[in-house]
């Protein structure tokens, strides 16, 4: 039997198109039994520690974030998942390199739901230690074992391992999905994600 069809997910928890893309690919991994491996892409490395208001993120007004945020809601809830207005982006580096960890972890990767949640639902920093610790231990994960990793740095080489292979690969916007040599850029609709995984000669699963 052949082995399954990988998919790269370039991704960022801080990335709203990475949110309802991550959706999509929950429902083609059900379709098509692939294999899905998450690229932490460095989306705002630059963001302090406390967060970076939007505003000043994307220099304008309330009314255009407002805008934003209104559009984005819609998508959202055309998805089915739940939404809240941002006023913040937040350094999700600390996060990547816990992500890292957790999938190496039984049950692991639960948390990267929780991250997006976390940020999109709860409108946490998740670039926050403690914040980071309390979804470690809303996954069920071991938060003295979480700390030592984040204190240490433990899992820093694997994810500049990431951002060097986003780098390689030419991925400058999130989510980039690749299959089999070939990519595709944003939150494509799910019909764009099966073209590219038939492509790549993944097989659908009978009903």
Not at 20 to 49: C, M, S, W
Not at 73 to 98: C, D, F, V, W
């Amino acid at each position: 039997m052949s082995e399954p069809v990988t998919l790269e997910v370039f991704s960022d928890y801080v990335c709203p198109w990475c949110y309802l893309g991550d959706n999509r690919v929950k429902q083609l991994k059900k379709d098509y039994g692939i294999v899905v491996q998450t690229v932490h892409f460095p989306l705002h490395p630059e963001t302090p520690a406390e967060g970076r208001t939007l505003r000043d993120l994307f220099n304008c007004g309330p009314e255009e974030i407002e805008a934003k945020n209104t559009r984005m809601k819609g998508l959202m809830e055309a998805e089915g998942l739940p939404y809240s207005e941002r006023s913040h982006t937040y350094n999700s580096r600390l996060a990547q390199e816990i992500g890292t960890w957790a999938e190496t972890q039984d049950g692991g990767n639960a948390i990267h739901d929780k991250f997006f949640e976390s940020y999109f639902v709860d409108r946490r920093n998740v670039g926050d230690v403690d914040v980071i610790i309390d979804i470690v231990k809303s996954v069920g994960l071991d938060e003295i074992e979480a700390r030592a990793v984040l204190e240490e740095r433990r899992f820093k080489d694997a994810v500049d391992a990431d951002w060097a292979k986003s780098h390689s690969y030419g991925v400058t916007g999130v989510p980039t999905f690749f299959s089999n040599g070939q990519g595709l850029v944003g939150a494509q609709p799910y019909e764009g994600l099966q073209q590219l995984m038939e492509g790549a000669g993944a097989v659908r699963r009978s009903d």
